[in-house]
Every structure is written in structure tokens, then in C-alpha cells.
């Protein structure tokens, strides 16, 4: 699992998108 994909789930999760951060 990419980290990346870890924090698109959590930005799901909280409803913002930091998977561009």
C-alpha cells in the first residue's frame, strides 16, 4: 500500500483531498 493511497483514504475519510498534497 502506497502512502499515497493512505492519505487519499484518509482525505476521504476527513473530506478534503491530500492526496495532492
Same mark, same amino acid.
Given at each position: 500500500? %502506497?502512502? %499515497?493511497?493512505? =492519505?487519499?483514504? +484518509? #482525505? #476521504?475519510? =476527513?473530506? +478534503? +483531498? &491530500?492526496? &495532492? %498534497?
Amino acid at each position: 500500500m %502506497h502512502p %499515497h493511497a493512505y =492519505l487519499a483514504a +484518509n #482525505s #476521504s475519510k =476527513l473530506g +478534503n +483531498n &491530500t492526496e &495532492t %498534497h
